[in-house]
């Protein structure tokens, strides 16, 4: 009942980062971390899909299975590139011996997309700088200036997070630049990235240990951006990618268009107490493709466009006086997979929206035009785990929100904000409802179910 229809999810056991995404040879292809035997982080496989369209997506075949001595205990997270026509995956072999961790970073090649042939590593255990501990992983390797970069997820041995660069001419033969992190980022930071488009950069992040600071940084643990170039390490100011409840790992491509895609994965490291593990052998799920865009010091995420094929049925209206409550299903709205547009006027008012409503239970979206707070609120979604997320925001003119079986994603004023999370409500929690304390009237609202 809660097996998600749009978001990418497992067929069972559990799924977590998106790794290797790319566009290579007319076709975009996802990988992710798979748990096929148990909903627990353990044995890590590759699991593999590809679309023409980042809408339809075709099984494939496990890419990588941990079953060789440098990637034993699991194979994990990592990024794709392509050179000579070929595509290469890079990742961490995580090994463990009598619980002494080692980490390799290595290579595995495939020439028709489908089969991969692994290379063993190319950064050993042996060569991690002694500055470090052995949680060094996720290699996210990319081009910058004609030369490939590889950063890397770190831990100091004092044992303070950091982010490290390595660089080749051939993808084989790396060597360590240096690292590119001053300032307090937790205990560890895991799944570098770093974008840039004509006139801005950034390197995102996912810190472990940074402690809840008011409206921030409330969730286990975090992931975010700071807007600056790569070796640019005395900029340290950090701003969370989601304001939600599970949002981590995520990772960026580029897509046919040469626009930077983000995917993130709905959950969060140590956190399963979901449902749909007891009920039906599967947890978690990928987020939609997020287009970036950085304005302004900060990024915008929009819901890529192609997302418009998912759209089968449309109810449009307009001028919509808001007195009280408007339970939606007056205009045929409601449901439990969808996207629902909501235009507001210039000046932002009050506004409160329950989402997959029946009875009691509802999953609420709000803003307060006086404190300008947007915020999410599931302590009344149904099962699984519950809270109140907020953040600030100026003005509310536009909510876009994406509802599956057990997720939602709700992107304020064309990305400026967005808020992702889990909910299991029951099955007939279907209802939409809007209300305000102020009269106004909504110019428009756009539906469409998938
Ligand atoms: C992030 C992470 C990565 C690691 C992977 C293992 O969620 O902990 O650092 O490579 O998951 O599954």
Not at 362 to 379: C, P, Y
Not at 383 to 403: A, Q, T
Request: hydrophobic share 35%.
């Amino acid at each position: 009942m809660w097996k998600n229809k749009f978001h990418i999810s497992p067929p069972f056991g559990l799924l977590n980062d998106p790794n290797g995404l790319i566009f290579w040879n007319n076709e975009y292809h996802i990988f992710y971390q798979w748990n096929p035997n148990a909903c627990e982080h353990a044995s890590k496989h590759w699991a593999h899909l590809k679309s023409k369209n980042l809408v339809d997506w075709e099984s494939l075949p496990i890419a990588l299975s941990p079953n060789d001595w440098f990637d034993k205990n699991g194979c994990y997270s990592g990024s794709a590139i392509e050179k000579d026509n070929k595509l290469y995956l890079f990742y961490t072999g995580n090994v463990k011996n009598n619980n002494v961790r080692e980490s390799y970073q290595c290579l595995a090649i495939s020439t028709n997309g489908v089969d991969f042939e692994k290379k063993g590593p190319v950064i050993h255990d042996k060569d991690i700088p002694k500055e470090y501990t052995k949680h060094f992983r996720d290699p996210k390797v990319f081009i910058k200036d004609g030369v490939y970069k590889m950063v890397l997820g770190a831990q100091r041995v004092d044992l303070t997070g950091t982010i490290v660069v390595f660089s080749s001419h051939n993808l084989i033969d790396w060597s360590f630049e240096q690292e590119i992190i001053n300032g307090n980022f937790g205990f560890m930071c895991e799944c570098p990235d770093f974008i840039e488009d004509k006139k801005n950069k950034a390197l995102i992040l996912s810190p472990q240990g940074i402690k809840a600071d008011g409206d921030l940084f409330n969730n286990r643990y975090q992931s975010g951006y700071i807007i600056r170039d790569l070796y640019d390490i005395e900029k340290n100011d950090f701003i969370e990618l989601d304001r939600g409840f599970e949002f981590y790992a995520p990772q960026t491509f580029k897509d046919e268009n040469n626009k930077n895609i983000l995917i993130g994965w709905i959950g969060m490291p140590e956190e399963l107490e979901h449902p749909s593990i007891e009920k039906e052998n599967w947890v978690h799920s990928l987020t939609i493709p997020r287009v970036l865009e950085i304005k302004k010091n900060k990024i915008f995420q929009k819901p890529h466009n192609n997302l418009k094929k998912l759209r089968k049925e449309k109810i449009i209206i307009e001028s919509i006086y808001l007195e009280n409550t408007i339970d939606l299903s007056r205009y045929n709205i409601s449901g439990d997979t969808y996207e629902l547009i909501i235009h507001l006027n210039d000046f932002s008012e009050d506004i409160e929206i329950d989402l997959r409503k029946n009875g009691n239970e509802r999953t609420t979206f709000s803003f307060d035009s006086i404190k300008k707070r947007a915020s999410l609120n599931r302590n009344f979604s149904g099962y699984g785990y519950k809270g109140i997320r907020k953040c600030y925001l100026k003005d509310l003119k536009k909510i876009h929100i994406f509802v599956d079986k057990c997720s939602v994603e709700i992107f304020l004023n064309d990305g400026e904000e967005v808020f992702t999370g889990n909910i299991y409500p029951n099955k007939d929690s279907l209802g939409i409802e809007i209300r305000s304390k102020m009269l106004f009237t909504i110019p428009k609202i756009e539906f469409y179910k998938f």
